[in-house]
C-alpha cells in the first residue's frame, strides 16, 4: 500500500530565507508527483507536477526534484515570502484515473 | 483556467439529518470526479471515484450506503451523507478531471466544510 510521509509537519522561516519541504512515498510506481498549496479552510492549488519520468520541475520561484527510485520529492521555494504561509501538500498518482495519494503536509509559516 | 465549484460551502446539521454537496465543473465537462475527505490537521483521504453514467467505486473502509454519489451529468456530482453523526463532521473537498487535458491534471472545488451537531 503506498504510503506518502511529509517532513517536517511545520516550518517557520524568516522572510527572504529559502524553504526546503520534502516528500517521501512507498511504491515507486507513480505515474506522476504533484505539490499543491492549501489555505485555511480553503480548497487546493496546484503548483508543480512531476512526471514520473522527470527529474524536476521549475515555477517562477518553486522547484521541485523528483527522484523516483529512492521515493523521494523536494520542494524548493526561494526568497520566501510572507504570502507563501499555507500548508503544502504532496500527492502521487497511484493509477491511470488518476486517483491521488497525498501526504499530511507542511504548514509553513513566514514571518515578516 | 477550469473551476470547480462546490455548494454549500459550510453547512451545520443535527444528527441524524442527511445532507447533500453539489461539485460542479463550471467550464469543462468531467467524465471523472473525485470525493476526499480531510480531518483537522490531516491530509485528504480519497473517498471514492465517480464516473458519469455509472455507480461510484469507493475505497476501502468507506461505506457506499453512507455516503451516496451520484455523477447524473458531466458537470454534476453530489455527496449524500446520509444520517450524519458527529464524527462524520469533516472537510469535503471534490475535484475534477478535464479529459481533454490527460489524466495528469485535477481542479479542486474550494470544499465544503460539514458539521454535525
Known amino acids: 500500500k503506498q504510503e506518502v510521509t511529509q517532513i517536517p509537519a511545520a516550518l517557520s522561516v524568516p522572510e527572504g530565507e529559502n524553504l526546503v519541504l520534502n516528500c517521501s512515498f512507498t511504491?515507486?510506481?507513480?505515474?506522476?508527483l504533484q505539490w499543491f498549496r492549501q489555505d485555511p479552510g480553503k480548497g487546493l492549488t496546484s503548483l508543480l507536477l512531476?512526471?514520473?519520468?522527470?527529474r524536476e520541475q521549475t515555477s517562477g520561484r518553486l522547484n521541485a526534484s523528483l527522484d523516483k527510485s529512492s521515493g523521494r520529492s523536494t520542494l524548493y521555494i526561494a526568497a520566501s515570502q510572507p504570502g507563501d504561509s499555507a500548508t503544502y501538500l504532496c500527492?502521487?498518482?497511484?493509477?491511470?484515473?488518476?486517483?491521488?495519494?497525498f501526504g499530511a503536509g507542511t504548514q509553513v509559516v513566514v514571518t515578516p | 483556467g477550469a473551476v470547480v465549484s462546490q455548494h454549500p460551502s459550510w453547512v451545520i446539521c443535527k444528527s441524524g439529518t442527511s445532507v447533500k454537496i453539489e461539485c460542479r465543473s463550471l467550464?469543462?465537462?468531467?467524465?471523472?470526479m473525485f470525493w476526499y475527505r480531510q480531518f483537522p490537521k490531516q491530509s485528504l483521504m480519497l473517498m471514492a471515484t465517480?464516473?458519469?453514467?455509472?455507480?461510484?467505486?469507493?475505497e476501502q473502509g468507506v461505506e457506499k450506503d453512507k455516503f451516496l454519489i451520484n455523477h447524473a451529468s458531466l458537470t454534476l456530482s453530489t455527496l449524500t451523507v446520509t444520517s450524519a453523526h458527529p464524527e462524520d463532521s469533516s472537510f469535503y473537498i471534490c475535484?475534477?478531471?478535464?479529459?481533454?487535458?490527460?489524466?495528469?491534471?485535477?481542479?479542486f472545488g474550494p470544499g465544503t466544510r460539514l458539521t454535525v451537531l
Open positions: 467550464d469543462f465537462q468531467a467524465t471523472t
Open positions: 500527492a502521487v498518482t497511484t493509477d491511470s484515473w488518476g486517483k491521488l495519494q
Open positions: 511504491d515507486s510506481a507513480i505515474y506522476n
Open positions: 465517480s464516473n458519469e453514467g455509472s455507480k461510484a467505486t469507493y
Open positions: 512531476i512526471q514520473s519520468s522527470q
Open positions: 475535484s475534477a478531471r478535464d479529459p481533454t487535458r490527460g489524466t495528469d491534471t485535477q481542479y
